[in-house]
């Protein structure tokens, strides 16, 4: 079982920047691919950002050049840099995990954290 907890959401101005942080409560080395999803209220939740335990990342497209996902294994932490965010009402940040088990992957969700682009 992983549990993961999200900070760092809030309101950030559009052109600002925002770091947001995600806790794992087992050693990230077993964790082999970490990410970051993002739902508007009434919306689907989509994938912004992932990394896997190599380092290599995948980007959404609208991410691509102003945000940045790094992990710290040593810390079990992954942490999502939002530089220059667009303007967009609430919308919750969820931090996901991917275990790689005998019997197969399993996906862990953490409770996700607000964030607001607006002046």
């Known amino acids: 079982q992983v549990q993961l907890v999200e900070s760092g959401g809030g309101l950030v101005q559009p052109g600002g920047s925002l770091r947001l942080s995600c806790a794992a409560s087992?050693?990230?080395?077993?964790?082999?691919?970490l990410g970051w999803f993002r739902q508007g209220p009434g919306k689907v939740r989509r994938r912004v950002a992932t990394?896997?335990?190599?380092?290599?990342?995948d980007y959404a497209k609208a991410a691509e050049g102003r945000f940045t996902s790094t992990r710290d294994n040593d810390k079990s932490t992954v942490n999502l840099q939002m530089n220059s965010p667009k303007p967009a009402g609430p919308a919750v940040y969820f931090c996901?995990?991917?275990?790689?088990?005998?019997?197969?992957?399993?996906?862990?969700w953490g409770q996700g954290t607000q964030v607001t682009v607006s002046s």
């Open positions: 996901t995990a991917a275990v790689n088990y005998n019997s197969g992957v399993k996906n862990y």
């Open positions: 087992v050693y990230s080395k077993s964790i082999y691919q």
């Open positions: 990394i896997r335990n190599t380092g290599g990342t």
